[in-house]
């Protein structure tokens, strides 16, 4: 009876030390594909660790600071609100500088004669840096004073440029016979310009300050806007001034209706019909554009170098006025 009941504890026993040798034989030797995967990364992770370090890029120049432009005139930046249309007047020749224009170095080859020696050579030192615009002839910053006001001599010579389209015209010489103003004289420049401009009938009859009579031009007498206004406006508008050709005394405009557009414009205070109209004019042309909350024009003000360069900008760049038409030189007439 004892033998019958050991037999079957003795089965057990062995089955467990059976399957408790399988578990440990399966735990500790992995099967061959398994055994595979751990050997590739092993070596991937072997790789790694070996890799060597890479070689740092050798630094980089910092990008070099954009060059500021240089302006063209010496006492104003190119931030100033006209400086694109005071370099153009100023090359167009409607308006000058305030100041000596140096004259443009030029650079010439030495000759046979001229050629220096060896010791003039070595005590020759180069040109310096910043004379090398200069050198090539490029033009030289000069002053340009916008704020100075003009003068209506000014007006007459720059007037008479625009209307020919040409810079460096210069009208036929004064013939001391159109005009009995007494600074006329002294100002020869100012005389042959309104001449060449009353020979083409576009001297405004405003500006003879004692119109009717055409002997006085006040040449010396500083613009206020107003007069700038009118002046810009009859430059705009060659085609439609009015004028007698056999008794020529001054050219005009026949204005608008009057639309009160400006509280200081106005005939209450003195003004003329040509000074309290221009005024409109000029913003109904787009050639005047209000930089302010103010609606005031300022008509009695001065007119500034920069007030006129802008004007005449906007006249020869608008859509619907454009540069003038040229007129031809027409020569004095014998006394």
């Not at 005590?123 to 310096?128: D, K, Q």
């Not at 019909?273 to 024009?297: N, T």
Request: with cysteine.
């Amino acid at each position: 009876m004892r033998n019958k009941l050991q037999y079957p504890t003795f089965i057990a026993v062995l089955f467990s030390l059976l399957v408790l040798s399988a578990c440990t034989k399966s735990a500790s030797t992995p099967p061959p594909g398994e055994t595979v995967v751990l050997q590739t990364v092993e070596v991937e992770v072997t790789r790694m660790v070996e890799l060597p370090t890479p070689t740092p890029l050798p630094p980089t120049d910092p990008p070099e600071p954009t060059a500021e432009p240089v302006s063209r005139f010496t006492d104003i930046t190119v931030t100033y609100y006209v400086y694109r249309e005071l370099v153009w007047s100023y090359d167009h020749g409607y308006i000058e500088s305030c100041g000596t224009v140096p004259e443009p170095i030029t650079v010439s080859e030495p000759t046979a004669e001229s050629s220096p020696t060896a010791e003039e050579t070595t005590e020759a030192s180069p040109a310096p840096e910043e004379n090398k615009e200069e050198a090539t002839g490029a033009p030289a910053p000069i002053p340009i004073c916008p704020e100075d006001p003009m003068l209506h001599g000014d007006f007459y010579v720059s007037s008479d440029r625009y209307i020919h389209q040409d810079a460096n015209f210069e009208p036929p010489t004064y013939s001391n016979i159109a005009f009995r103003d007494r600074g006329i004289a002294g100002a020869p420049e100012y005389a042959a310009a309104v001449e060449d401009l009353s020979r083409n009938w576009a001297m405004p009859k405003f500006f003879f300050c004692s119109w009717p009579s055409t002997d006085f031009v006040c040449p010396f007498k500083e613009a206020t806007r107003a007069e700038g206004a009118i002046m810009a406006e009859v430059l705009a508008h060659l085609d439609e001034l009015v004028y007698d050709p056999n008794t020529y005394n001054g050219s005009w405009l026949v204005w608008q209706a009057f639309g009160e557009s400006f509280p200081d414009v106005r005939y209450a205070f003195g003004l003329t019909e040509d000074e309290v109209k221009a005024p409109e004019a000029l913003e109904r042309d787009g050639i005047y554009q209000r930089r302010s909350a103010s609606r005031d024009f300022g008509p009695d003000e001065p007119l500034t170098k920069a007030v006129w360069a802008e004007w005449l900008y906007n006249a020869f760049h608008s859509p619907t006025i454009g540069p003038p038409k040229q007129v031809p030189v027409i020569a004095p007439s014998s006394p």
